[in-house]
């Protein structure tokens, strides 16, 4: 195999794993690796077969000894951040649950392009919006039964601070929809630097980077076994602060940076 085919693995270590307990796991994602298998892509070193038998490894003796895993959610190939896995079928209904009901607590960062305000986007979301990709139906649409299109979604937005053509985001996601937050952002002229496929709107020179400059940063939800509430945060990984450096330093060399926003 050539060296522009090989692509290194990230090993689940103290940085990939961050707690597991009899019920669930937490991990990390690096950007890079795919949380599950999907049926167009021939990767096999996804995140829930990495972690079939980690668990165990690290817990030989314990009573919940096992390899089973439920997966609830995940992120995209080209994002990085927060996941949880099930350990067992009660802890997986009961998360799924609180999925649907729109309980747990997520916030992620991203960095856009163009100077966003801080805004709500609500919409329904379709799986073809007309261009062949998911996107937000045209509102009142309804189908022959009568009933409304898609399916509500809603991201917050925040300015975290306005960069060289560019900001940096803080996105409090109401609801899971895939995509969301990438579609979102992009339906409004400010897409995700590195998106390279919701891109539909930009009211910007882009702005290139190798991925989804987009982090799940926040994670927090009531534990499904324990009942008490529990939350994880993780940082912006080097990747992400080396390209936000850069737009700082771009704004430093000159720009303007009259439309800044504060929190």
């Not at 021939?42 to 038998?53: A, F, G, I, N, S």
């Not at 997986?92 to 805004?119: D, M, P």
């Not at 937050?181 to 339906?187: F, M, N, T």
């Not at 940082?235 to 737009?247: G, H, V």
């Amino acid at each position: 195999m050539s060296a522009a085919k090989t692509q290194a693995v990230p090993v689940l270590n103290s940085k990939v794993v961050l707690m597991f307990d009899g019920v669930i796991v937490i991990f990390n994602q690096p950007a890079g690796l795919m949380t599950f298998p999907h049926h167009c892509s021939e990767e096999v070193e996804t995140l829930d077969r990495l972690t079939l038998d980690y668990p165990r490894a690290q817990d030989r003796g314990g009573k919940h000894n096992r390899s089973s895993r439920g997966v609830v959610h995940g992120i995209d190939k080209e994002t990085s951040g927060l996941i949880v896995f099930a350990r067992t079928y009660e802890a997986q209904q009961e998360l799924s649950r609180k999925f649907r009901e729109h309980t747990i607590e997520r916030r992620n960062f991203a960095i856009v392009h163009g100077r966003i305000k801080k805004q709500t986007i609500c919409s329904r979301l379709v799986r073809d919006a007309g261009d062949g990709l998911p996107g937000s139906a045209c509102q009142g649409s309804v189908n022959d039964a009568g009933e409304e299109l898609g399916r509500a979604t809603v991201t917050n937005v925040e300015v975290v601070e306005s960069l060289d053509g560019a900001t940096l985001v803080a996105c409090r996601i109401e609801t899971g929809r895939i995509h969301h937050s990438r579609i979102h952002l992009s339906e409004v002229g400010y897409p995700i630097i590195g998106d390279k496929a919701y891109i539909r709107r930009s009211k910007e020179a882009i702005i290139p980077a190798y991925r989804v400059m987009l982090h799940e940063a926040e994670l927090g939800f009531h534990h499904p076994i324990l009942g008490e509430s529990v939350k994880w945060t993780q940082p912006l990984p080097k990747d992400l602060r080396n390209r936000l450096k850069s737009l700082k330093i771009r704004v430093s060399e000159g720009k303007p940076d009259d439309n800044k926003e504060t929190k």
